[in-house]
């Protein structure tokens, strides 16, 4: 079952109304009677003043009572919706930023609306984990992004070894997909360089977060104080403050350490581990995971985006504790050198090796498969659905994939389909919470 598909604009006006006609009751109320207050006044003056001729034509005086009464509510009514939606638009304009065309629904339906959303924890890291976060935050503001800091490649790489900093490459993706400033803003975030002696390659966001780790003292701040200069929303956490080395043993038993050397070497994996093997999570990540009403992991490079969060024990045993929905979002392709020909089961399965149990209720996977709709050269194919081996995890198939780039998920398209799995089953998990409670209500009543 399919929940009915609403326009967005028509569930921000209705919310905006729905919110909004209570005030402007309670002032027509207000308005009404002091309205019959100066009423008591002009009839007494009315009584005892004669008035010159032109004021019968003035006063309309040629109308009946009850057109000109409808006629003077309806002009004052008017008047006063004008002023009330003028007013709240001055007292809003401290949310309004400059260079954007933003309304009133929308501020009153983002700071609102979204702020009662689900709480939602995206794990995982790369292009895959921010493109999540851009689709889900039209549906809630109470996002969480915890984001692995295995990367040593790049310009990540570079500050990792030359200022001791965790890689910041992966929270400045998540920090512009989440951003609520200008688009200009978020281009400038994300710009490299491409030419200038030790610039050549490094992004600004990364050289911003690594200045801002200076002045605010540590790496931890620097994000946080990032992500209130550019207006996020939620929260972007690394998995873990520790060092992290990710490494990883092939199928010809030749051990690779460094996630950008696994990613180069092209082999086909076995195993992959971190060092140190009891790196602690972020207190606030694990937190995030226990209060949260759903937990998403992936999409993203199986082995070195999302599998480096799950073996940071924190987290692995804070996903296991939790009672949200816990969903894994499978690749819509294959990634040449870590899952050549694989399908969903294998991916599940690659996860289930490295944790040794089952964390998830559902498993995401894309249905729309076209044929060679992938080029030859990338050495990638779709991802087949199949359901055998899933331990538990329940294949969820849907139309998740960019028509424009089927190497990757579409935003839009992914964010709606975790949305409705969520509201479907936190309503089959009402359903089922009532029926155990009827014996109880039945016993009662007899008692």
């Known amino acids: 079952m399919r929940f009915l598909k609403v326009d967005p604009s028509f569930l921000k006006w209705f919310y905006f109304g729905m919110h909004i006609k209570r005030w402007l009751l309670l002032l027509l109320i207000g308005v009404a009677i002091m309205g019959l207050g100066f009423g008591y006044f002009l009839r007494e003056v ?17 109308w009946p009572r009850y057109v000109r009464g409808a006629l003077f509510v309806g002009f004052s009514t008017a008047i006063v919706l004008f002023a009330v939606w003028q007013l709240n638009r001055s007292l809003l304009s401290a949310f309004l930023r400059p260079g954007r065309d933003e309304s009133l629904v929308n501020i009153i339906y983002n700071h609102r609306y979204l702020r009662r959303g689900p709480k939602i924890v995206a794990i995982g890291g790369g292009t895959g984990l921010s493109m999540l976060l851009r689709g889900l935050k039209e549906y809630t503001g109470n996002l969480t992004a915890v984001v692995t800091v295995a990367d040593d490649g790049g310009s990540s790489g570079r500050l990792r070894q030359e200022l001791g900093l965790p890689p910041p490459g992966d929270l400045r993706n998540c920090i512009a997909a989440l951003a609520d400033v200008e688009p200009l803003m978020t281009r400038l975030f994300q710009y490299r360089f491409n030419e200038g002696t030790g610039l050549e390659g490094h992004s600004f966001g990364n050289l911003f977060i690594a200045a801002m780790s200076s002045v605010t003292g540590n790496f ?24 992290v080395t990710l490494s990883a043993v092939t199928h010809d038993n030749e051990a690779i350490h460094g996630e950008s050397q696994i990613t180069e070497r092209g082999a086909r994996i076995k195993q992959v581990f971190i060092h140190p093997e009891n790196a602690q999570a972020h207190p606030d990540a694990i937190r ?19 599998l480096p969060n799950l073996l940071v024990e924190g987290i692995r045993r804070a996903i296991e504790m939790s009672k949200a929905v816990k969903v894994y979002v499978c690749n819509v392709a294959t990634e040449h050198g870590e899952t050549d020909s694989f399908s969903v089961s294998d991916h599940y399965q690659a996860l289930y090796d490295h944790v040794h149990r089952g964390l998830f209720h559902y498993v995401v996977a894309n249905n ?6 992938l080029p030859e050269a990338w050495h990638v194919e ?13 294949v969820i198939g849907a139309d998740v994939v960019s028509e424009e780039n089927r190497y990757h998920h579409d935003a839009p398209k992914l964010a709606a389909a975790l949305m409705d799995l969520y509201y479907q089953r936190r309503q089959v998990s009402q359903l089922e919470l009532e029926t155990t409670r009827e014996p109880e209500r039945q016993e009662a009543a007899v008692l």
């Open 46 to 62: 009315y009584q005892s003043y004669t008035f010159p001729d032109w004021a019968y034509y003035v006063t309309l005086q040629f």
């Open 220 to 243: 931890e701040d620097a994000v946080r104080e990032t992500s209130r200069v550019l207006a996020v929303r939620g929260q972007i956490l690394p998995s873990t403050l520790a060092n």
């Open 368 to 373: 729309n498969i076209a044929q060679n709709g």
């Open 288 to 306: 995030a995971v226990l209060n949260a009403d759903m937990v998403v992991v992936g999409p993203g490079s199986l082995y070195t985006s999302v």
């Open 382 to 394: 779709p991802v087949r659905i199949d359901r055998t081996g899933m331990n538990g995890a329940a």
